[in-house]
C-alpha cells in the first residue's frame, strides 16, 4: 500500500485545513485508516482512526469536536477535516493504513505516508 497525503500549509488560529491521504497498491477498503502527527521535538502522537467495516472513529481528546476524520473506499481517499485550528496543532501529519479491524497505536499500523506540514500561526 502506497499513501500519499497531501492538504497541509499554513493557517491562521481559528482557521481550518482539510487533509487528504491518496492509498493505491492494495484494496483500500480493508484497512483501518489513521492520522498521526509529530511537533518538533515531541513524539509522534495518535490524532483519529477510522474503521474499515463500519467507519467508527475515534480521536485524541484534545481534537474531539474540532477534528473530523472520514472515508471514501470508492476513491480510496481518507480526509482529515480540521476546524478552529491551534498553534498547538502545528505538526508534520502522517496518514497510516492498519490490517487490524480497530488500531490506536503507531506500532499497529503497517503503512505509512510521507507526511504533510501543518502550520499553525497565532
Known amino acids: 500500500v502506497q499513501l500519499q497525503a497531501s492538504g497541509g500549509g499554513l493557517v491562521q488560529a481559528g482557521g481550518s485545513l482539510r487533509l487528504s491521504c491518496a492509498a493505491s497498491g492494495r484494496t483500500f477498503s480493508n484497512f483501518c485508516m489513521g492520522w498521526f502527527r509529530q511537533a518538533p521535538g515531541k513524539e509522534r502522537e495518535f490524532v483519529a482512526a477510522i474503521t474499515w467495516r463500519d467507519s467508527i472513529t475515534g480521536y485524541r481528546d484534545d481534537v474531539k469536536g474540532r477534528f473530523t476524520i472520514s472515508r471514501d473506499n470508492a476513491k480510496n481517499t481518507v480526509y482529515l477535516q480540521m476546524n478552529s485550528l491551534k498553534p498547538e496543532d502545528t505538526a508534520v501529519y502522517y496518514c497510516?493504513?492498519?490490517?487490524?479491524?480497530?488500531?490506536?497505536?503507531?506500532?499497529?499500523?503497517?503503512?505509512w505516508g510521507q507526511g504533510t506540514l501543518v502550520t499553525v500561526s497565532s
Open positions: 497510516a493504513a492498519s490490517r487490524l479491524r480497530v488500531a490506536l497505536t503507531g506500532p499497529e499500523y503497517d503503512y
